[in-house]
């Protein structure tokens, strides 16, 4: 989003100390941000050529169309439920006569589109929709007429290269494949018939400008449906017990509301069987709580009484209410009983995604796109598509030497085909674990296993190189899963009257769980972490009665990065030959924001998440720090602060608290930053110059004027639809077992922007379904980055990811700072406000992992 900075300061003070003293007034103009110019790109300095050649297929097909279109402004009054359902009233009335025989595109809001004029410039249509009646009111509604006025607003002309014809040529595309699917979020599926849950496979599409041209990206999606079926049915099976008259505790009210937001349900008392109501949550009162919103008469009467005396139904009097949105009412409450799921509307959570090998899901795209050549919509406004899927030229890097500790018999290792096991191996530098406790919550689980599993894994630290005691600070504990915050306090002081007196704190606490509760491992995680200052590690109960040594590894590896081990180190980096980072002190940083799911409430808060490397030239230790802000909102806010105080301004914040960790830890002052940003929303790239690199110049100011370290941010984006297939299936040419593309399989030709410095990079080896690459687009760099340094070195940090022997598909910094921001999330629990995270858990290791 930014031009290239020709101009390259200093990237530091020249001696002296950084950050002694108080700070003072940081009112630093930058010069590097006055030469920002919004919507301008930071241009490709170049193609990779490292690695070997590796033609892969990616699911963009090229697309020609008529260069000619017309864009009408719409305009409905009344302001309408649905305006696609007026829209489609007025086509039908007059899309002969009046409007030319045209075959319109429309954007469900206030654009609509033509690939040649309609026979007006301006015209005002009457439409009017069939009789309805909202019987959930005892209002009826009768017709209802719209005036709708269509004016032409501008005729575009040209390539797509710009956000309109962006957005016409998405809303064509959405017209065409309308008429055989429905749309379900921005997928289209077709549905099939039968009965309650199943699987239907649809697909996405949109358009990407990209350097072969226009591209119409397409991507099979495998959802989950349900035809009609009663929501007190659903939840039932949501929440896997019987819907009785028991209150939902905080949990289940959370998981409902989360799993059914933004479901479309039919009242089943309601006369109309096509209107729809859209829910938005889950009520926390029963139904003889709860005030009726339809009950005008001013009695008070609950939704209890309201339904007993208008419908003469029963409903429970304790369950919780559907918060559905109406018209007429924006908030309304109906029973979960007299409720049933719209058909074909997807409930994503229900069933798995299919996983298709590579092959079929490229035979499926092709089956998908084939046909849409002779589509009226494609030829009303000239648009075809190839047949094929688009070759590229590619490339494989190659993987980097990882170096284990010299006291094992491998001390240094090639990954073959993006994986390694610790066998003859040791961690390159071990923690220490002198005290233990262990705490079983799976009924399940026998003592004697639960005590050989402790066992197993102990012996498993020692074997990768941690000094682990074997015997627990007390036995081993057996519990319920009820009250976890008195048990754990309990048994913490008793652990505590053993260890205070020899002046030791209890290093682990081994957490057992029956299963993958979410509210029991939060409030273990919240307890231990924010409460009573404990490193925890968390097993399944499934695991442990298996006890599989690749398991027993990676426990064993998380438990070493968090009492302040490292695992293994890239040999690249220990004799400097890693590309920007071995010749000068370097922080890399990795930023994410978790936003609230649906159901958490109004209150619930975004959170912030930046971690950063405390350890150079090897960069595998990283530190985390949590801010809330503002519900949904994507920039992070919380990086540069300043506070008035009685002497003047202090300066803080995320990336002054890390820069300081940083030079503590290691002794240098780093004088490169590289700054790995989860994405945002495209409308919101500009604000992460204006605002995030500004905040980093600003804490770097704020240590001292002249420190100005130069600072390079990378988007990082997983979710998004490109796929990259093998050019051929042979032997040599992809990962045996799955079929998917090589790790170190990196794109950034034909199917990458035309001018920007963006590449899509998979770095993992995909054993399930097809590999989806991570796209990165550097947005700003002062270090001058060219193709094969960048790529080389964010392709070897994916091999020093510290949960696992396999190199993993988002460079770790931004990994980190996902998990950081998911588990602060925990710690909200019942209240908004964040605690903060002890200083023992803080700077014992990286807790997180």
């Known amino acids: 989003m930014v031009r290239k900075n020709k101009n390259r300061h200093s990237s530091g003070g020249r001696g002296g100390r950084i950050g002694s003293g108080p700070s003072s007034t940081v009112s630093c103009s930058i010069p ?77 809001k206030k654009s609509l589109y033509t690939s040649r004029p309609f026979p007006f410039t301006c015209e005002a249509f009457k439409v009017t929709l069939p009789d309805q009646e909202n019987i959930l009111c005892g209002l009826p509604r009768g017709k209802r007429h719209f005036r709708v006025q269509i004016t032409l607003d501008k005729v575009l002309f040209g390539r797509i290269d710009g956000e309109e014809f962006y957005q016409a040529f998405n809303t064509i595309l959405h017209e065409l494949f309308l008429g055989r699917y429905c749309l379900v979020g921005r997928s289209f599926y077709k549905s099939q018939p039968g009965e309650g849950l199943k699987n239907c496979c649809g697909f996405y599409q949109t358009i990407q400008n990209t350097q072969m041209g226009i591209s119409l990206n397409i991507d099979i ?23 009785s008259d028991d209150p939902f505790d905080f949990c289940e009210r959370l998981k409902v509301s989360k799993d059914l937001c933004d479901v479309e349900v039919n009242f089943t008392l309601e006369k109309n069987a096509d209107k729809k109501y859209r829910i938005t949550g889950l009520t926390s009162q029963g139904s003889s709580q709860l005030p009726c919103p339809c009950d005008d008469s001013g009695t008070g009467k609950t939704v209890l009484e309201y339904f007993k005396e208008t419908y003469r139904c029963t409903i429970r009097s304790r369950v919780p209410c559907l918060k559905v949105r109406d018209q007429e009412k924006p908030t309304t409450y109906l029973p979960m009983e007299v409720c049933e799921i719209s058909d074909a509307k997807q409930i994503s959570y229900l ?29 009303e406004f000239g648009i075809t598509f190839e ?78 190189g941690m000094n682990f005691k074997g015997d627990p600070v007390l036995p081993l504990v057996n519990a319920k899963p009820n009250h976890v915050r008195p048990f754990l306090k309990k048994h913490y002081q008793r652990f505590m009257a053993i260890l205070r007196p020899l002046h030791k704190e209890l290093d682990l606490l081994i ?241 990458c922007h035309p001018t920007d410095f963006d590449f899509y990079l998979c770095s993992h080896a995909g054993t399930k379904g097809v590999s989806r690459p991570v796209r990165y687009h550097v947005l700003w760099d002062e270090n001058n980055f060219m193709a094969n340094a960048l790529l080389i070195l964010t392709n070897h940090l994916c091999y020093t990811d510290a949960r696992c022997t396999s190199s993993v598909s988002i460079v770790p910094p931004v990994h980190y700072a996902h998990l950081l921001a998911s588990r602060a999330r925990l710690y909200i629990g019942y209240k908004g406000n964040l605690p903060d995270i002890k200083d023992n858990v803080k700077k014992r290791g990286m807790f997180f992992c």
């Open 32 to 108: 590097e941000l006055q030469k920002f110019v919004p919507g301008e790109s930071l241009k490709r300095p170049g193609f990779v050529s490292a690695g070997e050649s590796y033609i892969v297929k990616a699911n963009h097909f090229k697309l020609t169309y008529n260069e000619t279109l017309c864009r009408y402004h719409v305009l409905i009054d009344p302001k309408p439920t649905s305006a696609g359902d007026v829209m489609i009233q007025l086509a039908k009335l007059y899309g002969q006569s009046r409007l030319g025989g045209r075959l319109p595109a429309y954007d469900g």
């Open 221 to 243: 999606s495998c959802k989950p449906f349900i035809n009609p079926l009663p929501v007190i049915n659903l939840v039932a099976l949501l929440l896997n017990r019987d819907i």
């Open 351 to 379: 069933l798995s995604v299919a996983c298709q090998h590579p092959m079929d899901r490229e035979k499926t795209i092709l089956q998908t796109v084939n046909p849409y050549n002779e589509d009226p919509y494609a030829k």
């Open 387 to 464: 047949n094929k899927l688009t070759i590229v030229k590619g490339r494989v890097l190659p993987p980097p030497v990882l170096k284990f500790n010299d006291q094992g018999k491998v001390k240094e290792f090639l990954p073959k085909v993006g994986k390694w096991n610790m066998r003859l191996k040791q961690m390159v530098k071990g923690g220490e674990v002198n005290t233990w406790a262990c705490i079983n919550f799976a009924s399940d689980i026998t003592h004697a296993a639960a005590v050989a599993f402790c066992d197993e894994l102990a012996v498993t630290c020692l074997i990768s």
């Open 511 to 751: 957490v057992i769980l029956p299963d993958k509760n979410g509210t029991l491992y939060g409030d273990i995680k919240r307890i231990c972490e924010t409460d009573l200052g404990l490193v925890s590690q968390c097993c399944l109960a499934k695991h442990v009665l298996k006890m599989k040594p690749q398991y027993l590894t990676n426990i064993a590896l998380k438990i070493n990065m968090k009492v302040g081990g490292r695992n293994t180190v890239l040999l690249d980096a220990v004799v400097g030959n890693l590309p920007r980072v071995s010749n000068t002190p370097t922080i890399i940083f990795g930023a994410d924001v978790s936003h609230p799911h649906h159901g958490e409430g109004r209150s619930s808060p975004s959170i912030a998440a930046v971690v950063a490397s405390q350890d150079w030239p090897e960069v595998t230790n990283y530190a985390g720090l949590v801010r809330r802000q503002a519900r949904h909102e994507e920039i992070i806010q919380g990086l540069f602060n300043e506070n008035d105080c009685g002497s003047g301004r202090i300066s803080g914040g995320m990336i002054k608290e890390h820069l300081i960790s940083f030079m503590r830890s290691t002794g240098h002052i780093p004088r490169r930053i590289i700054f790995y940003r989860d994405v945002v929303s495209k409308g919101r790239l500009n604000m992460v110059i204006e605002h995030e690199l500004s905040a980093i110049k600003k804490a770097c100011a704020s240590l001292d004027p002249i420190y100005n370290p130069q600072v390079t941010i990378i988007m990082v984006q997983k979710q998004h639809h490109t796929r990259l297939f093998a050019g051929n299936y042979g032997v040599g040419s992809t990962i045996f077992e799955s079929g998917n593309v090589l790790p170190g399989t990196v794109v950034d030709k034909e199917i």
